[in-house]
């Protein structure tokens, strides 16, 4: 149906049926946009995990390093 305005849908079977009203090529282009969304957030995921690792890494370095510093300083005060 191209045009706009009201229709009488009649529909009959000899057996359990289902009916749908829309245009069949709904369901690709869902399935595509599903796909894309996943495929996209994919690189958002990796990026967000190394920024979380590396942070990780970093204030591990960082707190080892303070840690050091004050056993040393401690050391030399109680000398």
């Known amino acids: ?3 706009a305005g009201e229709y009488e849908i009649t529909c009959s079977s000899q057996g359990p049926s289902r009916y749908a009203i829309g ?3 709904g369901h690709v282009t869902f399935a595509g946009g599903v ?3 996943v495929l996209l957030s994919i690189p958002g995921i990796a990026v967000g995990t190394a920024i979380v690792l590396v ?3 970093r204030r591990h370095g960082h707190r ?3 840690l050091a510093d004050r056993s040393r ?7």
């Open 23 to 25: 245009h069949p090529e």
């Open 55 to 57: 942070t990780a890494v």
């Open 64 to 66: 080892k390093r303070l």
């Open 1 to 3: 149906m191209s045009r």
């Open 73 to 79: 300083s401690y050391h030399f005060s109680h000398q």
């Open 35 to 37: 796909v894309l969304a």
